[in-house]
Structures are given as C-alpha cells and as structure tokens.
C-alpha cells in the first residue's frame, strides 16, 4: 500500500516546501452529513499540523454515482467509486474511512482490514454486540499486521475535554464521587418528520440511545478514566408512526416531505439511564431527540473529592472547573478558556482567545489517526473501546426491557487490544 514519497509543497505545510514526506491514501465510504465532517478533516488537517505522513484524499464512495461524483467536486476527493468493494480494492487507499449507516460498519470494516488497510469508523462501532465483538477481533490481528483501527468519538478531541481528561487524570478531582451527562436534541419534536434511517432499527440499530447516548457513553468512560459496570434504564419512542419519505433521507432531514402512508419507528426517541462506574461512582445520562429548543445540547460534569468539572459544547472553549481544595471564602466554580498553545491540539491553530468550532474536532480526529499510522502506536479510541460502548448500550437496552432492572455490563472475555506498539505499518 501507499505512494511513493514526494516533495511537499504549499503554504501551511508545517515542514515547509520541499519535504518528503510518506503519503496515506484516504478512501472514504459515504458522503453524506458525517462524510461531509470527515472531509472537512482530511482536507485541512495537513494543512495546519506538521503531520509525519500526509495524507491525499484519493477516492469517496456511494451508491449513487451522478451524486457521488458531484460529492467528490464538492468535498474534494480526487475519485468517486460505487461500491465500496472497488474502494477497498484500490492501491491507492491505504487508509479506509467508514462514514456509513451502522448497518454496513461490520461488513466494511472486517473487510478493510482483511485487505490491508487502516480503518476509521464512525460511532457507534456496530449495531449489534456481536458486530462489534467481530470488528474488535479482525482490528486486533491487523495490529499484528502493523494496521490500526479507531472508531470516531470526535467530542474527545475538543480541546476542553481533552484538558478535562488531562485534569482528571492527574489528580485535580481526587476519587470521582459523580458524573451526570445529558444530550438534547428537539428534530423529532414534529410529528409529521418523515421516516428517515435513523428511525429504522434494521439501518439505525437504535435511536437516540445509539446516536447520541453511544456519544455521552464514550465521553464519560474516557473522561472517568474507567468502565460502566452495571446500568438501570428507562426508553421511550414518543411517536411510533411516521410518514414514509418522498425522496432520499441524510438522517436530519429527508427530501422531498411524505411520500403518503405512514411506517413505524422501530427505534426509541429518548434514554434515560443510570450507572455505576468500576469505582463505585454513580452516573446519569440522558439521551433524547425530543428535547424542545434543544438543538445540540451536550452538557457533562464531573464531582470528585477534591473539585469537579463541567463543559457545555454550546461553549465549547471552555471548562468550568471548582478546586475544593481552596478556602471556602473565595472558592467556587470559575471559567478556563481553553485556547492557550499549549492546551491540547492548539499549538496549531490561532493567538490566544481565538476559539475552535465543530469542525476542528474532525481535524484533530485525523492528526491523531495519521501519527498513530505513522508511529505503531494503537489509536484511541481503539475497536475495543467501541465495543465497550456497544456492551454498555446493550445492557441499557436489556434494563430498559425488564422495566429498569439494574443490569451488568457484560465484560469482555479476554483483552482485545493492547497499549503496546505495533509494528510500523510498512506500506505507508
């Protein structure tokens, strides 16, 4: 796999013009709202951070091939394909970014990695326990091959959650006592929205419980330094009947209004749930597309013994952080604008007080996969971290259908990745 080395030149390059640098070919399955993220990623990233290999958007693929074609125009991918099979197969793909519906992640990903290819997945990792289960053993016999595999959590990569970990990990909360976490969103209030994928439990695999609960589960774990071990749940769907669509659906919105007559939603509308940490801490989640006025409302914290954090992606540059540890007079909860060089991932981008978006979190997701590709060193988070999210979304489901029965998260039967290096991936 891979390209021949050759001179690097442009502006924004970090190592200057005339470099050499080893080259990774992307590939990219499916173009829609996540397709249109990612690219966003593979286009800039290189173009900001000094990468160690630099990667080309060689080819997108979809079904359609006058829209996939118009797509790779418009995001900037050099080729367009209509199967991902013939995607796969290219040699000039050494890298393959699974931007799909969870239905097909399994397929695509076990397939990938059987031919070679580093894999990108977005979240959730699979629809089912058992997919996730097979995608984490194939990731874990490509590491021997010198691949890697990484699912896409992106909200890891904001620079305040990053810092959030980085603080929890050295001790600036103590022993965690709490962690509560919701995600709002209110595009489902009307009941008249047609009936999308993501309403179809056969595509979706669940609602809002995979969408965005699988979100708040990961973020929490990672944040937490530590597992769910057990969960109590309650699921609803409001609106259990739908219009059937008139024209193609991205999931958010669908073309076109009814196509008369109406389908069931096979997937719930909100989740609400709590859990135990390994530690004994207690957590809270909340999960809901029925949340009026909410339009991307991902809120966290965390209370520990000595302090407690909270983040707001509404105000995504910053972290509320309470050191306990103060005198009670002028102790408190205060405001860090996370936009100092040397918070995580800034030293790339602007002066100080000059705040990131959305979009930056698909950049950095791309610079820290490349340095892994690079380096041998497994990516986080790995295929074994989703599938420990799929194992915690399962058992949510499982309590919910026993009226909020508290629910073990069933734990791996044995370890299905390694911090360790792998090898350097020779075809890069």
Same mark, same amino acid.
Request: hydrophobic share 40%; net charge negative; glycine share 12%.
């Given at each position: 796999?891979?390209?021949?080395?050759?001179?690097?030149?442009?502006?924004?390059?970090?190592?200057?013009?005339?470099?050499?640098?080893?080259?990774?070919?992307?590939?990219? #399955?499916?173009? %829609?709202?996540?397709? $249109? &993220?990612?690219?966003?990623?593979? =286009?800039?990233? !290189?173009? /900001?951070?000094?990468?160690?290999?630099?990667?080309?958007?060689?080819?997108?693929?979809?079904?359609?091939?006058?829209?996939?074609?118009?797509?790779?125009?418009?995001?900037?991918?050099?080729?367009?394909?209509?199967?991902?099979?013939?995607?796969?197969?290219?040699?000039?793909?050494?890298?393959?970014?699974?931007?799909?519906?969870?239905?097909?992640?399994?397929?695509?990903?076990?397939?990938?990695?059987?031919?070679?290819?580093?894999?990108?997945?977005?979240?959730?990792?699979?629809?089912? #326990?058992?997919? %996730?289960?097979?995608? $984490? &053993?194939?990731?874990?016999?490509? =590491?021997?091959? !010198?691949? /890697?595999?990484?699912?896409?959590?992106?909200?890891?990569?904001?620079?305040?959650?990053?810092?959030?970990?980085?603080?929890?990990?050295?001790?600036?909360?103590?022993?965690?006592?709490?962690?509560?976490?919701?995600?709002?969103?209110?595009?489902?209030?009307?009941?008249?929205?047609?009936?999308?994928?993501?309403?179809?439990?056969?595509?979706?695999?669940?609602?809002?419980?995979?969408?965005?609960?699988?979100?708040?589960?990961?973020?929490?774990?990672?944040?937490?330094?530590?597992?769910? #071990?057990?969960?109590?749940?309650?699921?609803?769907?409001?609106?259990?009947?739908?219009?059937?669509?008139?024209?193609?659906?991205?999931?958010?919105?669908?073309?076109?209004?009814?196509?008369?007559?109406?389908?069931?939603?096979?997937?719930?509308?909100?989740?609400?749930?709590?859990?135990?940490?390994?530690?004994?801490?207690?957590?809270?989640?909340?999960?809901?597309?029925?949340?009026?006025?909410?339009?991307?409302?991902?809120?966290?914290?965390?209370?520990?013994?000595?302090?407690?954090?909270?983040?707001?992606?509404?105000?995504?540059?910053?972290?509320?952080?309470?050191?306990?540890?103060?005198?009670? #007079?002028?102790?408190?909860?205060?405001?860090?604008?996370?936009?100092?060089?040397?918070?995580?991932?800034?030293?790339?981008?602007?002066?100080?007080?000059?705040?990131?978006?959305?979009?930056?979190?698909?950049?950095?997701?791309?610079?820290?996969?490349?340095?892994?590709?690079?380096?041998?060193?497994?990516?986080?988070?790995?295929?074994?971290?989703?599938?420990?999210?799929?194992?915690?979304?399962?058992?949510?489901?499982?309590?919910?259908?026993?009226?909020?029965?508290?629910?073990?998260?069933?734990?791996?039967?044995?370890?299905?990745?390694?911090?360790?290096?792998?090898?350097?991936?020779?075809?890069?």
């Amino acid at each position: 796999m891979g390209q021949p080395e050759e001179p690097e030149s442009g502006p924004g390059t970090g190592a200057g013009a005339g470099s050499r640098k080893r080259r990774i070919g992307v590939g990219m #399955v499916g173009y %829609a709202f996540m397709g $249109a &993220a990612h690219s966003q990623g593979w =286009r800039t990233v !290189g173009r /900001v951070f000094d990468l160690p290999c630099r990667p080309e958007m060689a080819a997108v693929c979809g079904r359609d091939g006058d829209a996939v074609r118009a797509a790779a125009d418009r995001l900037g991918w050099a080729a367009a394909e209509t199967d991902w099979r013939d995607l796969i197969a290219r040699d000039d793909v050494d890298l393959v970014d699974i931007c799909t519906p969870g239905d097909s992640h399994a397929e695509i990903a076990v397939a990938a990695l059987a031919a070679g290819k580093h894999v990108l997945c977005e979240k959730p990792l699979a629809n089912t #326990v058992e997919e %996730a289960e097979a995608m $984490a &053993a194939a990731a874990e016999q490509a =590491r021997a091959r !010198g691949q /890697v595999a990484m699912v896409g959590f992106n909200y890891r990569r904001l620079p305040a959650t990053a810092l959030a970990r980085q603080m929890v990990a050295e001790g600036r909360l103590g022993a965690l006592r709490h962690v509560r976490v919701t995600y709002l969103q209110d595009w489902l209030v009307d009941p008249g929205f047609p009936l999308t994928w993501r309403l179809q439990r056969e595509v979706a695999g669940s609602g809002a419980l995979g969408d965005l609960g699988a979100h708040i589960v990961d973020l929490a774990q990672h944040l937490a330094g530590e597992p769910l #071990v057990g969960v109590s749940a309650l699921t609803e769907t409001f609106v259990r009947e739908r219009p059937l669509p008139a024209g193609a659906s991205s999931g958010l919105s669908a073309a076109g209004g009814s196509g008369g007559g109406l389908g069931a939603v096979t997937v719930d509308d909100a989740a609400l749930f709590t859990g135990r940490f390994a530690s004994g801490a207690l957590a809270s989640f909340e999960a809901t597309r029925f949340a009026t006025g909410r339009k991307n409302a991902l809120r966290l914290e965390l209370n520990g013994e000595r302090g407690s954090l909270a983040f707001d992606l509404e105000r995504l540059n910053e972290l509320s952080f309470h050191d306990h540890t103060e005198p009670g #007079v002028t102790a408190g909860f205060r405001r860090i604008l996370v936009t100092e060089p040397d918070h995580p991932y800034l030293e790339a981008w602007w002066p100080p007080g000059h705040g990131l978006g959305y979009e930056h979190s698909f950049v950095h997701q791309a610079r820290d996969l490349v340095t892994a590709i690079a380096t041998g060193v497994a990516p986080e988070p790995s295929f074994a971290d989703g599938l420990q999210v799929q194992r915690v979304l399962a058992a949510v489901e499982e309590s919910a259908a026993k009226n909020a029965v508290y629910t073990p998260v069933v734990p791996p039967a044995t370890d299905t990745d390694s911090d360790s290096p792998a090898p350097s991936a020779s075809s890069v």
